[in-house]
Nanobody, 127 residues
Framework: QLQLAESGGGLVQTGGSLRLSCTAS????????TGWFRQAPGKGREAIAC????????AYGDSVKGRFTITRDNAKNTVYLQMNDLKPEDTATYFC????????????????????WGQGTQVTVSS
């Protein structure tokens, strides 16, 4: 079983930037696509970004296109989410997740495809 741990969340002002990290441990030899999701209080989980195991395919949710960038470093078993031009509506708990069944594809980002999930990291954007 793969374990995922998110880090890098915090409090930032509108227009600021944060970089989230998702570090994997355990069965890291398995190929998997990695996705980022977020959930705000009282709302459902939203797909934010995804990157395939071979770096070649990425996908983004409409609400973050042009502002967020997902990258990965397989040597470090880490996936990053660079978040720029943050807005109050980006406030949420951010989760990363691994999809073993579709390691080379990301579009569309389907929550039910992801089998392993981290515990989440809180991002708060003040106005």
């Amino acid at each position: 079983q793969l374990q995922l741990a998110e880090s890098g969340g915090g409090l930032v002002q509108t227009g600021g930037s944060l970089r989230l990290s998702c570090t994997a441990s355990g069965f890291t030899w398995k190929s998997y696509a990695t996705g980022w999701f977020r959930q705000a209080p009282g709302k459902g989980r939203e797909a934010i970004a995804c990157i395939s195991t071979n770096y070649q395919n990425t996908a983004y949710g409409d609400s973050v296109k042009g502002r967020f960038t997902i990258t990965r470093d397989n040597a470090k078993n880490t996936v990053y989410l660079q978040m720029n031009d943050l807005k109050p509506e980006d406030t949420a708990t951010y989760f990363c997740a691994a999809d073993y069944s579709h390691p080379f594809t990301c579009d569309p980002i389907l929550e039910w495809d992801f089998e392993s999930w981290g515990q989440g990291t809180q991002v708060t954007v003040s106005s």
